[in-house]
């Protein structure tokens, strides 16, 4: 079932914002010789750190979030010049 991060009785949209920043050199090395040891992506190891967080803020021990993959096929001639919604969200699930 859905899971609210924010206060309840909230009745209307806060302030929304983005903060741009960067990881250091060191921390970027750590982070892909995370995952080369864990023999998969930096895309997945930053899931699972996602994953974690949500299940920090949550109190669960299972966690759903939808993440954006390419829908185009790398088999269809032109793909990579097709102009077009190719993407769609898919559900990632975390258990401990």
Do not use: K, Y
């Not at 998969?40 to 966690?63: E, K, P, Y």
């Amino acid at each position: 079932t859905p899971t609210l991060l924010s206060p309840t009785g909230r009745s209307a949209v806060g302030p929304r914002s983005a903060t741009l920043f960067r990881l250091s050199a060191a921390a970027t090395r750590d982070l892909q010789e995370l995952a080369r040891a864990s023999h998969t992506t930096v895309n997945i190891a930053l899931q699972g750190v996602f994953s974690h967080l949500l299940m920090r803020l949550t109190g669960h021990q299972d966690v759903v979030f939808g993440t954006t993959v390419s829908g185009r096929p790398a088999e269809v001639a032109g793909a990579e010049s097709m102009v077009g919604l190719f993407i769609n969200t898919v559900p990632v699930r975390a258990t401990i």
